[in-house]
């Protein structure tokens, strides 16, 4: 099995389906009708984008789908995406006043994907573009971060050149979210709003430092929305021996491919306990591995993964192994056989906490595949020729009010901001950033 998955198409369909089925009407009518309507609603002030979710559910109460999109739209535009993949468990539902009342939250995240499918299915469209203002932004990165701001300055009638390194436009959203959460048609779908803007795409075109002086004296503003790169090295023996794999890369193969096509290991070994580790443990285990397993230097206490990510790993029979770290990758005849660790001893609590090995503890875990999840690296290398910007600790610095670095002109947002945050994160700092630069050219 290290090569294709041996799963028929049909489990592989099943393995795959949404996590949770769609609404009908009757179900979402239903739904909403349990919502109280809440005077300064909570799940309004968790939501990053603070979609007016009141509205929109009584909206839906209603039977009027259509109104409910163009109310989540305005506020985000990748509020498809957001339905299926945002952890609303502990943003709007969990700060829903029913989760208290009636230990059960009303479902937000299924109902807006009731509303935002239903415009989808449809094909409506509730924007324009703005009065053309002679103005001219250039945006590095067609992500989240970058299509949501590129979709502000149109509406307010900037032209917006998009600059992506790839070759299709979504960023991890389209290519890098566990494929039975988000599928790859799914996002190019959600996209396509957003480019019918008048949005200029120019595909496979990578910025560095150079290029975006350039961009600088030939454009009146610059968004940088780069994202992450590469996942983090481990720098250990073996790291290039066939079978040892980059999450996204693990990833990647759902959505550029069948499923059929997708290789995965009998026996698979994730390394980091992330919400990138959970989705490829979970993505492994349904494309067939006999065995999965997560290791995890700390304990599940300090596991960045959100808890019903742990859950649904756990009802995919992974496994979990704490407090060990990876010594070395064990190769047999030039492939993966194994894992050698060592048990540790942690010292306090929490992430910042030291870990001590545990003298005579070490043992190999016999694996064909070996995942890193390790987090990934800062693409900003790239631009630290540039006046002004200041990057610190793998983050570009900027004032958080208006998307603006230290350079004239220059705006950022998304995870080369936060390193990785979630979609709804990434949109509303394109949305801030848009604000600023509107400002800034005003």
């Not at 990053?48 to 929109?56: A, E, G, L």
């Not at 590129?150 to 917006?160: I, P, S, T």
Request: net charge negative; hydrophobic share 40%.
């Amino acid at each position: 099995m290290t090569d294709k998955t041996r799963l028929s198409a049909d489990q592989l369909a099943h393995n795959f389906a949404d996590l949770h089925p769609a609404y009908d009407r009757d179900e979402a009518v239903v739904e909403a009708s349990r919502c109280l309507y809440c005077y300064d609603a909570p799940c309004t002030r968790a939501c990053p984008t603070h979609i007016d979710v009141p509205r929109f559910i009584r909206q839906i109460q209603h039977d009027n789908p259509m109104g409910a999109a163009e109310t989540i739209f305005a506020e985000n535009i990748f509020g498809g995406s957001c339905a299926r993949a945002c952890p609303t468990e502990v943003l709007c539902e969990g700060a829903c006043v029913d989760r208290t009342l009636l230990k059960e939250p009303v479902r937000i995240g299924r109902l807006q994907r009731y509303a935002t499918d239903h415009a989808m299915e449809n094909d409506l469209r509730f924007f324009e573009p703005g009065p053309d203002t002679g103005k001219r932004v250039a945006i590095i990165g067609a992500g989240p971060a970058g299509l949501a701001c590129a979709h502000e300055l149109r509406k307010a009638g900037h032209a917006v050149t998009v600059y992506e390194a790839r070759d299709v436009p979504g960023g991890l959203n389209t290519l890098g979210i566990a494929a039975y959460k988000i599928t790859t048609e799914f996002a190019l779908q959600e996209v396509q709003p957003i480019l019918e803007m008048g949005v200029d795409i120019r595909y496979d075109t990578p910025v560095d430092g150079v290029m975006l002086e350039t961009l600088r004296r030939d454009y009146d503003a610059v968004f940088v929305g780069v994202g992450l790169g590469e996942t983090a090295r481990l720098g250990i023996e073996g790291e290039d021996l066939d079978g040892v794999w980059e999450a996204l890369d693990f990833i990647f193969q759902t959505h550029t491919g069948s499923l059929s096509e997708c290789r995965v290991g009998r026996n698979v070994v994730v390394i980091g306990a992330g919400n990138t580790a959970i989705d490829v443990a979970t993505e492994a285990a349904r494309l067939g591995a006999e065995q999965v397993t997560i290791v995890y230097r700390r304990t599940a206490h300090e596991m960045s993964a959100f808890a019903y990510e742990y859950e649904l790993a756990k009802a995919d029979a992974v496994q979990f192994l704490w407090q060990v770290q990876p010594l070395r990758f064990v190769g047999e005849n030039g492939r993966l056989a194994g894992l050698a660790l060592q048990r540790v001893q942690q010292n306090g609590n929490g992430r910042t906490a030291t870990v001590t090995p545990l003298e005579g503890s070490d043992f190999d875990l016999p694996c064909d595949m070996a995942i890193k999840a390790l987090g990934q690296t800062s693409l900003l290398d790239l631009l630290t020729n540039v006046d002004g910007l200041s990057v610190e600790n793998g983050r570009l610095q900027i004032d958080a009010q208006t998307g603006a670095t230290g350079a004239p002109g220059v705006f950022s947002g998304g995870d080369c901001l936060s390193k990785g945050a979630e979609i709804v994160d990434a949109v509303q700092e394109g949305k801030i950033a848009a604000a600023g630069i509107n400002d800034y050219l005003s």
